[in-house]
């Protein structure tokens, strides 16, 4: 099975970091996705990639960067972390052909105070 | 653009009995759909997929077939049982090109006792 592995389950963060949250993938996925899931409002594409050094923006992107150097890994920067961005971040990847599902990590939930 | 509705929240009910969650689609061509589960704390797996019309996905007990004619992949499960409750998650995503699943906003189920 391929498994999607998120750094941290649970962050604190200050207002004003610079936070990454990192996701890896073993499978040689080439899609990948980062998403952000609040009540009330299910899940948010904020980027995500469809291979090495190639990013696209989702639907809400202010505020975040990403970074695929190497197919396994796709990080989530926030450039300056705010309260309003406190929220659970799912990562997820996916083939690229054929009509397959993502597989998900297990989330990071990130408290920014 | 393509979107997916599912009933709103939260379901509640008594162990042994019957699951129906609406999901409806709008989308152009033929996509796939899929139905995703949520248990506390942990992120998305993949319950069950469709990838044309009248197909049936099913897995653990949960069925959901693809109509094409009413744009819509309900799931279903004859009894259920106080492990499922959790977040249901409908989704689709077109075949071609690097397109991202479309989610509905999740629908959560209590089953008691």
């Known amino acids: 099975d391929v498994k999607v592995t998120q750094s941290s389950r649970y962050l604190v963060k200050r207002t004003g970091e610079k936070v990454f949250l990192e996701c890896v993938q073993d499978?040689?996925?080439?899609?990948m996705f980062w998403y952000r899931q609040d009540p009330g409002l299910g899940l948010r594409l904020i980027y995500f990639?469809?291979?090495?050094?190639?990013?696209e923006k989702g639907d809400i992107p202010e505020g975040y960067s990403v970074s695929r150097e190497k197919k396994e890994r796709f990080s989530l920067i926030l450039e300056s972390a705010s309260t309003n961005q406190t929220s659970m971040y799912l990562c997820?990847?996916?083939?690229?052909?054929?009509?397959?599902?993502?597989?998900f990590g297990s989330g990071t939930r990130l408290t920014v105070v | 653009g393509d979107s997916v509705t599912q009933m709103e929240g939260p379901v509640t009910l008594s162990e042994e009995a019957f699951l129906t969650i609406n999901c409806t689609y709008t989308?152009?061509?033929?996509?796939?759909l899929f139905w995703y589960v949520q248990y506390p704390g942990e992120g998305l797996q993949l319950l069950l997929k469709?990838?044309?019309?009248?197909d049936k996905g099913s897995n653990k007990g949960f069925e959901a077939t693809y109509r094409k004619e009413t744009t819509s992949f309900h799931l279903e499960k004859g009894s259920v049982q106080v492990s499922d409750s959790a977040v249901y998650f409908c989704?689709?995503?077109?075949?071609?090109?690097?397109?991202?699943?479309?989610f509905g906003k999740g629908t959560r189920l209590s089953v008691i006792a």
């Open positions: 990639s469809y291979d090495v050094k190639m990013k």
């Open positions: 989704a689709l995503t077109q075949n071609s090109g690097n397109t991202p699943l479309v």
């Open positions: 499978m040689d996925h080439e899609n």
């Open positions: 469709a990838t044309k019309a009248d």
């Open positions: 997820a990847s996916r083939l690229l052909l054929g009509t397959g599902g993502y597989t």
């Open positions: 989308a152009t061509g033929y996509p796939s």
